[in-house]
């Protein structure tokens, strides 16, 4: 068990800076995700924590020990692949039992782990069986076996179930985070796939261009997220994002534009006084946050037309255009609503968040 | 869905591919047929198919020159090619698939283009090198020739094949326990053993046939059979039927490992044919 830290870390291809100065600290027994789109930056960083890259600098410290030199088999982790990585000339047996191989354990106890870890994980009666008689589910549970036949002090996953179909991947996604609590091993890992990460960290790590964006729980990346791009990248259906002007008027603030104009609530203005060169933002606003009306019910009114309506059973998803803009809008499935409607959409200003339109970064 | 194919198919299908195995093993079967005939036989019009086999071209043949001795030299030179041909490709071909090297393409591409080099250009130069290094006429200094038209060719096949075997398993041994040697040991060479028949096969069967270098670089001592054998045409005559049991001596050896390593032959003959 240990806390990890990575300070500074940095990693360039050529000319191609994966990583730029990553900053994390990974409490023990903790389970963070580092999640973003493809080439961000992510799996480059997990690579270079199991010490399969090498940092271009910075440092990677594992239960306070300073791991940034040393190979791969003395930094006492284990990873799951993304791919499974079993070896196809061994049984699932001897794959499992592999890790205890090399290290050289006496026969009956390397036994008595591996059924263990079967049993954990309910693939004792697969024991002798080849790799390629197995499903991807099976591979799955087997390198997630001999991760956790060695006890190591940290788990690294690189998308470990992103090959799996949509429902075996949802039982999977409990399935990790019960055998991560169960066991209590610091685990890092790697995802595309924000419903996995939200679903299963402790904290999420938010990375994009190779730079951490964000490092919170998932409730703070979700409702507080410091940039447009993790409001964007979080949540589904996505966050709106609505352009206005921010004006100052005898005392009061307003965003507007337009079609409306919204007084900013006194307790959120004091945030955004301390930046008074902002003039154009950008409103975040979050698709379950939205209520439609079929009249203007007070000044906090947004007209919109029905573009359409997707009925989802517990909810229906409605989109509605807006100045060229498409607005998506998460409502009961009672609310009936025609093609080419004329509707008004409120919201709750607390829960919207203010982005600085320039730097995209969160202003209020 | 396999279509069903009528009996002229069959007849059509079996009647080419007859044709097609006598096209391809009729000389060799002549070959065999003539080192058991008598001289006078041989030269019979149209060809005796059946007629009183003798032994005495094969005497004849193997006491009149150290064919044995040849027959040696040839075993020795194929298969030192071919080892150090298999150890130092693989590595260089490991190198070239897994780690980033600056312009690996680019190196990968030159290697190979020594194989596309012409053999009788480089013979002359080949030639005064071994005679400087007092390499002339020695199964080494013929080994040291063959490798370099062989190595490419390893170094170009193992790379495809350790290409095809995802990096993520030595990968996971290293996190596993294992050193980088070791994992090209124990996780790696396992999975390659059938690749590294295939070009075993490639190399060993280059080498025993191999007539241009043998003959320039040897003179009594390192000769090889494909060299003896064109000895045997002088300029007072031309024993053929010695020429013919030398030569199925010659082809023996290669025809029984064929056979054993087959399934391996067709792997590499058809290997970047069809996704595995």
């Known amino acids: 068990m240990a806390n990890i830290q990575m300070k500074k870390l940095c990693k360039n291809f050529g000319n191609v800076k994966a990583v730029i100065d990553l900053d994390l600290d990974i409490q023990d027994k903790e389970m963070v995700c580092l999640l973003g789109p493809s080439g961000c930056g992510k799996t480059t960083s997990l690579r270079m924590l199991a010490g399969l890259e090498r940092p271009s600098s910075g440092t990677i410290l594992i239960g306070e020990r300073d791991v940034t030199d040393l190979s791969p088999r003395d930094r006492d982790i284990a990873m799951v692949f993304e791919n499974y990585?079993?070896?196809?000339?061994?049984?699932?047996?001897?794959?499992?039992?592999?890790?205890?191989?090399?290290?050289?354990?006496?026969?009956?106890?390397?036994?008595?782990?591996?059924?263990?870890?079967?049993?954990?994980?309910?693939?004792?009666?697969?024991?002798?069986?080849?790799?390629?008689?197995?499903?991807?589910?099976?591979?799955?549970?087997?390198?997630?076996?001999?991760?956790?036949?060695?006890?190591?002090?940290?788990?690294?996953?690189?998308?470990?179930?992103?090959?799996?179909?949509?429902?075996?991947?949802?039982?999977?996604?409990?399935?990790?985070?019960?055998?991560?609590?169960?066991?209590?091993?610091?685990t890092v890992y790697v995802t595309h796939d924000q419903l996995e990460a939200m679903s299963m960290a402790d904290r999420v790590a938010v990375m994009n261009d190779g730079v951490?964006?964000?490092?919170?729980?998932?409730?703070?990346?979700?409702?507080?997220?410091?940039?447009?791009?993790?409001?964007?990248?979080?949540?589904?259906?996505?966050?709106?994002?609505?352009?206005?002007?921010?004006?100052?008027?005898?005392?009061?603030?307003?965003?507007?534009?337009?079609?409306?104009?919204?007084?900013?609530?006194?307790?959120r203005v004091s945030v955004l006084t301390e930046t008074p060169s902002v003039v154009f933002v950008r409103l975040g606003i979050r698709p379950t946050h939205f209520s439609i009306h079929n009249k203007q019910a007070d000044q906090m009114g947004i007209p919109a037309e029905v573009y359409i309506s997707e009925p989802l059973?517990?909810?229906?998803?409605?989109?509605?255009?807006?100045?060229?803009?498409?607005?998506?809008?998460?409502?009961?499935?009672?609310?009936?609503?025609?093609?080419?409607?004329?509707?008004?959409l409120s919201f709750?200003?607390?829960k919207a968040n203010i982005f600085n339109k320039e730097t995209g970064m969160k202003i209020g | 869905?396999?279509?069903?194919?009528?009996?002229?198919?069959?007849?059509?299908?079996?009647?080419?591919?007859?044709?097609?195995?006598?096209?391809?093993l009729y000389p060799v079967v002549y070959l065999f047929m003539t080192s058991f005939k008598s001289r006078l036989d041989?030269?019979?019009?149209?060809?005796?198919?059946?007629?009183?086999?003798?032994?005495?071209?094969?005497?004849?043949?193997?006491?009149?020159?150290?064919?044995?001795?040849?027959?040696?030299?040839?075993?020795?030179?194929?298969?030192?090619?071919?080892?150090?041909?298999?150890?130092?490709?693989?590595?260089a071909a490991y190198a070239l698939a897994r780690f980033r090297i600056k312009g690996s393409k680019d190196i990968s591409f030159f290697i190979l283009s020594i194989r596309m080099f012409p053999p009788i250009a480089a013979a002359i130069p080949?030639?005064?090198?071994?005679?400087?290094?007092?390499?002339?006429?020695?199964?080494?200094g013929l080994i040291c020739a063959y490798t370099v038209f062989n190595l490419p060719f390893v170094v170009w096949m193992m790379r495809e094949f350790i290409i095809a075997i995802p990096q993520e398993l030595e990968e996971a041994a290293m996190v596993d326990g294992l050193t980088r040697m070791q994992a090209f040991r124990r996780i790696l060479l396992p999975l390659l053993r059938p690749s590294l028949v295939a070009v075993a096969i490639f190399c060993v069967i280059f080498s025993w046939s191999e007539f241009l270098f043998s003959f320039l670089l040897t003179q009594t001592e390192a000769k090889t059979m494909p060299v003896s054998i064109s000895e045997f045409i002088t300029w007072r005559e031309v024993t053929w039927e010695q020429v013919s049991a030398a030569g199925t001596a010659l082809i023996i050896p290669v025809l029984v490992f064929s056979f054993f390593v087959q399934k391996y032959l067709v792997r590499g003959l058809s290997f970047g044919a069809v996704k595995e």
């Open chain 1, 85 to 186: 990585a079993l070896y196809p000339q061994m049984t699932v047996f001897e794959n499992i039992a592999f890790p205890l191989r090399v290290k050289k354990l006496p026969k009956d106890e390397i036994k008595k782990k591996v059924e263990e870890a079967a049993e954990i994980l309910e693939i004792e009666n697969l024991l002798d069986r080849g790799i390629t008689q197995l499903s991807g589910g099976q591979k799955q549970r087997v390198a997630m076996g001999r991760a956790i036949v060695r006890n190591p002090s940290a788990f690294l996953m690189d998308e470990p179930i992103s090959h799996l179909d949509a429902k075996l991947r949802a039982h999977m996604r409990g399935e990790i985070k019960r055998l991560q609590k169960d066991l209590g091993t610091t």
């Open chain 1, 313 to 344: 059973g517990e909810v229906q998803i409605i989109d509605l255009s807006f100045r060229d803009k498409i607005i998506k809008v998460v409502t009961s499935p009672d609310i009936k609503t025609e093609i080419g409607e004329k509707v008004w």
């Open chain 1, 212 to 267: 951490l964006q964000q490092l919170g729980t998932p409730g703070e990346i979700f409702n507080d997220p410091v940039n447009e791009f993790v409001a964007g990248f979080i949540g589904d259906p996505p966050i709106n994002f609505i352009d206005g002007q921010l004006v100052s008027e005898g005392g009061k603030m307003y965003i507007r534009n337009d079609e409306f104009s919204f007084e900013i609530p006194q307790q």
């Open chain 2, 126 to 140: 080949i030639f005064l090198w071994m005679k400087q290094l007092e390499l002339i006429d020695t199964r080494f």
């Open chain 2, 1 to 24: 869905m396999v279509k069903e194919h009528g009996t002229f198919y069959w007849v059509i299908f079996y009647l080419v591919i007859i044709a097609a195995v006598i096209f391809f």
């Open chain 1, 348 to 350: 709750d200003f607390d």
């Open chain 2, 42 to 91: 041989i030269y019979v019009m149209p060809p005796k198919f059946f007629f009183v086999p003798t032994l005495q071209a094969w005497v004849d043949a193997f006491t009149k020159k150290p064919l044995f001795h040849y027959f040696f030299n040839s075993a020795v030179v194929s298969f030192g090619t071919t080892i150090i041909s298999l150890v130092f490709g693989t590595l």
